[in-house]
Structure formats: structure tokens, C-alpha cells
């Protein structure tokens, strides 16, 4: 059975250093504090994630260090053994630094709802984070 798919394309700006952003995206404990749900990474390459206390889980496909993130990422609500493609680019900007965030292979049904919790489960509370740190 065909299952359509959507894609899922967000810019996120941060005042922060692009070390400090990649840190948020690959330190478990950090990233489980900043969302207030459990999460547990292997910072390697074929290394196993679970984020969202448990929801959504998947392996690193590649990593290079404040550039790229790459994931096979499953929600729960997929279907069963279906897995996306999360990609985190990080670089630069005169003010700190940009994630362009692209997942790919979404189910068509999820796309919406998905859309909604990446920005405010996950994006709002690490860039307020950030972005207080700065201020601070």
C-alpha cells in the first residue's frame, strides 16, 4: 500500500553560536530539559534517539559537528515500520546562527499536527532558551 507523504520545511533563527544550537540538538540531557520530556541520543553515526518521552525515535544517519544532523525518524502514529528523514542544517549569521530544518517522507496525515509540535515542542522552547542565554 502507497501511503502519501509530505515534507515538512522550517528556518529558525537563534542569537546563539552554532556550537551552542548543535549542542541543544545532540546533548540528551539538554534537550530533555529544554522540552521537559525524556530523550537519550548516541552522538554517532548509526547511534539510536528517542526524544519526546518516547514518542518519536530513530538512528543518526550522519553527523558533522555544528554543520549537519541527519536522522531516520518514526512517530509512534506512523505507520508501523515507517520511518522519515530529518535533516538539521546549521550555519552562520550575523547575528548568530540558522537551522534550516527539512523532514521529509511525513505522512500526509500527520504533516499538519507534526508541523504545529516541531514549532512549539520543540523549536519555541529551545530558542527561548538560547535566545535568554544571550540576554542573561
Not at 54 to 73: D, F, P, S
Not at 76 to 97: A, K, R, W
Request: aromatic share 12%; charged share 25%.
Amino acid at each position: 500500500m502507497k501511503i502519501k507523504t509530505d515534507n515538512i520545511f522550517q528556518v529558525i533563527e537563534f542569537e546563539s553560536s552554532v556550537s551552542e544550537v548543535y549542542n541543544a540538538l545532540t546533548d540528551s540531557n539538554l534537550l530533555g530539559k529544554l522540552t521537559g520530556m525524556a530523550a537519550s541520543m548516541e552522538t554517532r553515526e548509526g547511534g539510536a534517539f528517542h526524544a519526546w518521552d518516547n514518542r518519536c525515535h530513530g538512528y543518526m544517519l550522519y553527523l558533522k559537528k555544528e554543520t549537519r544532523i541527519v536522522q531516520a525518524w518514526r512517530h509512534n502514529d506512523f505507520p508501523e515500520g515507517m520511518y522519515s528523514i530529518v535533516t538539521f542544517d546549521l550555519e552562520v549569521t550575523e547575528t548568530g546562527s540558522r537551522v534550516s530544518f527539512n523532514h521529509t517522507g511525513v505522512p500526509e496525515d500527520a504533516s499538519g499536527w507534526l508541523t504545529d509540535t516541531w514549532r512549539r515542542d520543540f523549536w519555541e522552547p529551545i530558542t527561548e532558551h538560547l535566545n535568554d542565554k544571550v540576554l542573561s
